[in-house]
């Protein structure tokens, strides 16, 4: 009896064609889900990458970025520490400059050498350093400079600078230390 079966199985194949192309037929379809899904997983993991790659390297310049300004601005503290030394040298000089020349003496004039030399010297680490007097001329800038008064000036228009009460500093772009100036009413 098997054998008959398998005959006729075999025999049915044969006989209807019809049911032969239905089978292929069949069969090429789930195929071409398939290469639709697979093609669809793969754009989906190819913009899942090109997101993933977008961000590292977003994250990489960043990085770049900020280890850039940790170096350029890694003596900050030091420079604002030292701008004390510099007003103390300047008013020394301006100490020295006051004194009447009849009362100058030639120790006095060594003095003043010596100091003179000295802060130029400063001022010049300072400045290969990148640590520059921020200007206080013309309008008040509220960004650079800080107004702690206001006066009556007839040289003057309204909102500029009269005087410096005490010197502001910059290293590179960014304000150590903002001027202290008087404006005009």
Known sequence: ??????QSK??????????????IEEEKVPEVDELALAKAEASD????YLRAHADFENSKRLMQKDKNAAVAYSNEKFATDILSVLDSFEQAINTINAVESEEESEVLAKIKEGVDLTFQQLQKV??????TEIPCDGEL???LHQAIMQVDSDEH???HIVQVMQK???IKERVLRSPM???AK
């Open 157 to 159: 228009e309204s909102g």
């Open 10 to 23: 075999a025999e049915e194949e044969i006989e209807n064609p019809l049911t032969d192309e239905m089978e």
């Open 168 to 170: 502001g500093y910059m």
């Open 181 to 183: 100036v008087s404006t």
């Open 45 to 48: 993991y190819k913009d899942k």
């Open 141 to 143: 800038d509220p960004n």
């Open 126 to 131: 300072l400045e290969k350093n990148h640590i």
């Open 1 to 6: 009896m098997s054998d008959k079966t398998e």
